[in-house]
């Protein structure tokens, strides 16, 4: 039988890890994916759905949901750092700007700390669009070590 890679299923291992390590990902948002959020998380707040009712807003017009830009680094972790196979124990999150339809948000995750005898690693979390920080945290992760 034919070795397993263990990135190729699980992404990096706890071991692969070191403080400053870095990944991002990219998108831009669209109406539609404002428009499947509503329906999938069921906040269908006026100000991401009702361009009247936004226009009067503090916004000035229909903004993104703050949690799709967030669901972003949850991106970023089970894709590409740590990567497959870890595990998100916890999130804080502080909004700072709005995201709109056609913003390209970058969500970028940096090892902040790492507690081997645990296998947790504490990530510095931000979201961008373009020079703007519209979002930023800390995400702790559990990732998996090699056997």
Do not use: W
């Not at 397993?4 to 990944?23: C, I, K, R």
Request: proline share 4%; net charge negative.
């Amino acid at each position: 039988m034919a070795e397993t890679n263990f990135e190729e299923f699980y992404g990096h291992s706890f071991e692969d890890l070191t403080v400053g390590m870095s990944a991002a990902y990219g998108h831009t948002v669209t109406e539609a994916d404002i428009l499947l959020f509503a329906g999938v998380s069921g906040d269908t707040n006026p100000v991401h759905l009702n361009e009247e009712l936004a226009a009067a807003s503090m916004f000035g017009g229909r903004i993104a949901h703050g949690m799709l830009s967030a669901s972003f680094i949850s991106t970023v972790f089970g894709t590409r750092l740590p990567g497959p196979g870890c595990i998100y124990l916890s999130q804080t999150l502080k909004f700072k700007a709005p995201v709109r339809i056609g913003d390209t948000v970058v969500a970028r995750v940096t090892v902040k700390s790492l507690t081997p005898e645990k296998r947790k690693a504490l990530f510095d979390t931000v979201c961008t669009v373009g020079e703007t920080v519209v979002l930023t945290g800390e995400a702790e992760i559990m990732v998996p070590k090699r056997d």
